[in-house]
C-alpha cells in the first residue's frame, strides 16, 4: 500500500494529483499518458492495478518507483533546463541525455548540488539534460556546427551512444587531437567493470563512463514451444530462432552498442544471423508487454531488452529474463570533459562519479556503477560483453557502424521506420 494513493485509483487521479509521476509512466510503457487528453479520458476510466495488470508489470516495483518520485516532489525537473539558465550562457556548458528511468532522481541530485555550491564556484553553469528517449539530434548538430573548431564544443557531455562519441564526423574527429581528458582521478574502477575479463577504464586516458546500461534478452515461454531455452547470444543465432527476435532498434544507442558487440565478437556471419533472426523492432518500454501484441502481429519468441526492464517483469507473466552466460552487452554511460576548462569541469566530473550518482544509476535503475564504492547487487554470474577499447581505437566506429547495419538489414530482408 502507498501512502500517497491507493492502486484502486485511476490513472488521472495519481497524475493529476502528483504530476511529477508522468514521466514514470511513459518511461514504462504508458506512452500513450504524455498526451493530456489521453490521461483525462482513458486515465479516468482505468485504475493503477489494472493498468498494471493488463501490462504484466509487477505493482509493487512500479509503486515503488512512483512513491520515490513523489517523495523527491521535482516537478520543476520537467525539461531539465532551468529558465535562467536557457536564458544566459554559462562560463560552460554540459548537455546530454539521461536513461528515462533515472533522469528525475539523478537530475534532482544535481540540481541540489549545484544550488548549494553555486556560490563557491564562482561561475555560471549552462546545462541540458534531457531524458535519452528524446534522441541526441540536437546535441550531435551543435557538435556538426562546431566544424572542428573545439571553443564550440560543450565542456561536458553525458551520454549513451557510440555514433556520437566515436563518429570522425562527431565528437570522434577530435579523438587525437587532445581535446578531451579523463578528469575522474581514478586508478581503477568498480570490480565488477575492472578485472581479468574486462576494463572499462580507457588506456588513453581520454574517455571515462560513469555506469552502464546492459542488455540482456527475455523468453516468452508461451510462445518458444519445444525450442531448447536459449541461454547466451550465439544461441539466439542459431536456425530455430530465425524470424523470432525482437530488437530494442528504437533506442538507437542500445541498438549499436548490440550490432557492434555482435560484430565483434561473432563477425560478420553474426550479424547475418541476427538479421534473420529479427521479427520486429521495438522500444524497450514495449518489450515488457510484448506477449500481448495484438492487431494480428507475430508474438517474438526472444525480446533484447535493457536490463531494467527485463527485471520489470512480473513472476506471472510468460515472460522469464535470461542474463546471457557470454555476458550482458554494454551500452556505456559516457562522460566527456574538455581538458581546456578542466578546473571549472572538475568539481562535476566529481559530483557524477560520486558514490551518490553511483547508488542512483546501481539501486534505482539497474544500470551498474563503475564507481568502487558502490554495490552493484550483482552475483557472480553476472559477467558483461565488452567489445574492448583496443577495438574502439583500432576501428572508425561511425563507419563501423554504418557497415554492420547495411548488412544487418540485407539479412533481415525487412524495412522499419
Keep these: ?64 518507483k512512483l512513491e520515490e518520485v513523489i517523495g523527491r516532489k521535482a516537478p520543476s525537473l520537467t525539461d531539465g533546463l532551468t529558465p535562467a539558465q536557457s536564458e544566459n550562457k554559462g562560463d560552460i556548458r554540459i548537455e546530454g541525455v539521461l536513461p528515462c528511468p533515472i533522469r528525475i532522481p539523478l537530475l534532482e541530485k544535481f540540481e541540489s548540488w549545484l544550488e548549494e555550491n553555486q556560490s563557491s564556484l564562482g561561475y555560471e553553469v549552462e546545462y541540458h539534460l534531457k531524458s535519452a528517449n528524446l534522441g541526441l539530434d540536437d546535441v550531435k548538430d551543435r557538435v556538426i556546427l562546431a566544424d572542428g573548431d573545439p571553443d564550440g564544443l560543450s565542456d561536458l557531455y553525458l551520454s549513451a551512444g557510440f555514433d556520437l562519441f566515436f563518429d570522425k564526423k562527431m565528437i570522434g574527429g577530435y579523438q587525437d587531437s587532445g581535446v578531451f581528458e579523463d578528469l575522474s582521478g581514478m586508478e581503477r574502477l568498480n570490480p565488477d567493470l575492472d578485472n581479468d575479463n574486462i576494463s572499462l577504464k580507457d588506456p588513453k586516458n581520454q574517455y571515462a563512463i560513469i555506469g552502464i546500461v546492459p542488455a540482456v534478452f527475455m523468453v516468452n515461454t508461451n510462445v518458444l514451444g519445444d525450442r531448447p ?87 506471472k507473466s510468460p515472460m522469464r529474463p535470461v542474463w546471457p552466460k557470454d555476458g550482458a552487452i554494454i551500452s556505456p554511460i559516457f562522460l566527456l570533459a574538455k581538458s581546456k576548462n578542466k578546473e571549472k569541469v572538475k568539481p562535476f566530473v566529481d559530483l557524477l562519479y560520486s558514490k551518490e550518482i553511483g547508488d542512483i544509476l546501481s539501486s534505482n535503475g539497474k544500470f551498474p556503477s563503475t564507481n568502487p564504492l558502490v554495490d552493484n547487487g550483482l552475483t557472480p554470474d553476472q559477467k558483461f560483453m565488452w567489445i574492448g577499447w583496443d577495438f574502439i581505437h583500432n576501428n572508425d566506429i561511425g563507419e563501423l557502424i554504418k557497415k554492420i547495419e547495411k548488412q544487418f538489414f540485407s539479412a533481415a530482408q525487412k524495412e522499419f521506420l
Design 1 to 64: 500500500m502507498s501512502n500517497y494513493f491507493k492502486a484502486s485509483d485511476t490513472i488521472f487521479h495519481i497524475t493529476e494529483t502528483y504530476p511529477e509521476t508522468i514521466e514514470v509512466f511513459i518511461a514504462n510503457g504508458f506512452e500513450n499518458l504524455s498526451n493530456p487528453v489521453m490521461r483525462r479520458t482513458l486515465g479516468k476510466t482505468i485504475s493503477l492495478e489494472t493498468a498494471l495488470s493488463m501490462r504484466k508489470v509487477n505493482q509493487e516495483l512500479f509503486i515503488k
Design 229 to 315: 531455452l536459449p541461454e547466451s547470444w550465439a544461441d539466439l543465432m542459431k536456425p530455430e530462432f530465425e524470424n523470432s527476435i525482437s530488437l530494442p532498434m528504437k533506442d538507437l544507442d542500445m541498438f549499436n552498442a548490440f550490432l557492434l558487440h555482435i560484430y565483434r565478437f561473432y563477425g560478420e556471419e553474426g550479424i547475418e544471423k541476427m538479421g534473420k533472426a529479427l521479427l520486429q523492432s521495438m522500444h524497450p518500454a514495449q518489450m515488457i508487454k510484448s506477449h500481448k501484441l495484438k492487431d494480428g502481429n507475430k508474438v517474438p519468441a526472444i525480446t533484447v531488452a535493457p536490463y531494467f526492464f527485463a527485471s520489470m517483469t512480473d513472476e
